[in-house]
């Protein structure tokens, strides 16, 4: 299935600054601005009188140097408190890691903050990030309750209106970096890893947008959250 609607170029212009997929982009003077925003959106969709829910997903990689039993990513996540995403008990509350570097501002059910501005951020500050801390991997999932009906565990990113990812200094959207998802290669798919984020040897940080689909790994196969487990798993996350 094609995708059903995508942002186009001219509508992604007066967003932000689009920027090409898999370039790294230096991230400034982080001792002057540390603080960082990072969001998704999408259009509000219903389908059979569901709402559509994505949620952001960020977790903080520390280098694996385990050769006798690497990862498959060659990082790892150091410890559960570095996986932050939406409380299930309350998704509207702010969560973050231990180290206060990574804050998830509260979870959007349905896309209906904003037509054409994220309905989800997060707060990446990185001067506080631990210094065993190397990268940062976010992703954009579809959230699908254990419960639900069969028509909603289907649902793939090609169903989804006008996602896209940005990112900006945090009381800066004047320089927000904006790229769009979902190109209509994604049936089957209800994963996205949509950027990385990379410490330098000099200590300086790169970002880089990607759009890289989550293929459901087979031991998660029939799982309701098939997509959040097989995205994890690379990073020593079981």
């Known amino acids: 299935m094609a995708s059903r609607l995508v942002l186009s170029d001219h509508e992604l212009a007066k967003m932000g600054t689009p920027v090409q997929k898999g370039v790294r982009l230096p991230l400034g003077d982080i001792d002057k601005q540390p603080r960082r925003i990072v969001g998704g959106g999408w259009d509000e969709l219903k389908i059979q009188g569901v709402k559509v829910d994505l949620d952001l997903v960020t977790l903080l990689l520390t280098v694996d140097n385990d050769v006798d039993n690497p990862t498959e990513s060659g990082f790892y996540v150091a410890s559960r408190d570095r996986i932050v995403h939406y409380n299930p008990r309350d998704r509207r509350m702010k969560v973050r890691d231990a180290s206060g570097a990574v804050e998830y501002q509260g979870d959007s059910i349905d896309g209906s903050e904003s037509k054409d501005e994220e309905?989800?951020?997060?707060v990446f500050d990185y001067s506080l990030l631990p210094p065993d801390v190397a990268g940062l991997v976010t992703f954009v999932n579809i959230h699908k309750q254990g419960d639900s009906?069969?028509?909603?565990?289907a649902l793939t990113f090609d169903q989804i209106d006008r996602p896209f990812v940005s990112s900006w200094p945090e009381g800066r959207p004047d320089q927000k970096r904006v790229t769009k998802?979902?190109?209509g290669r994604f049936a089957g798919?209800?994963?996205i890893i949509v950027k990385f984020d990379w410490r330098k040897p000099d200590g300086t940080w790169e970002e880089e947008f990607v759009e890289q689909h989550v293929a459901h790994?087979?031991?998660f196969q029939g799982r309701p959250n098939a997509g959040f487990l097989s995205a994890v798993a690379p990073y020593g996350v079981g």
């Open 119 to 122: 309905d989800e951020t997060m």
């Open 189 to 191: 798919t209800d994963t």
């Open 217 to 219: 790994r087979s031991e």
């Open 181 to 183: 998802l979902n190109d």
């Open 149 to 153: 009906p069969d028509f909603v565990q």
